[in-house]
């Protein structure tokens, strides 16, 4: 083997871990993404489930005014229909 060929064969290893270090690096990198992006969701996930407990509890607040506000209703119908009868004797 001449010292030539010997060189064209180390120029070609070179170039060979140079792509194979480029491959490792770009999929570490995709790696730390990847963990990123998963975090994201974690805390997206947890996120929506505090919102859909607010909702929750915001409906059921809604629902108990909701109620109060007929019987608040009703019982100034039943005053007024006192006053009413009160005033027509």
Known sequence: MSAKTLEQAFERLEKALNVMESAVNARLENA?????VE???QR???DRSRLAQELDNSETRSERLELAN???SRRLIATMETL???LEK
């Open 84 to 86: 009413r009868t009160i």
């Open 32 to 36: 730390a993404l990847i963990g990123e």
């Open 39 to 41: 975090e994201e969701v």
């Open 44 to 46: 997206m996930n947890a």
């Open 70 to 72: 007929k019987e608040v």
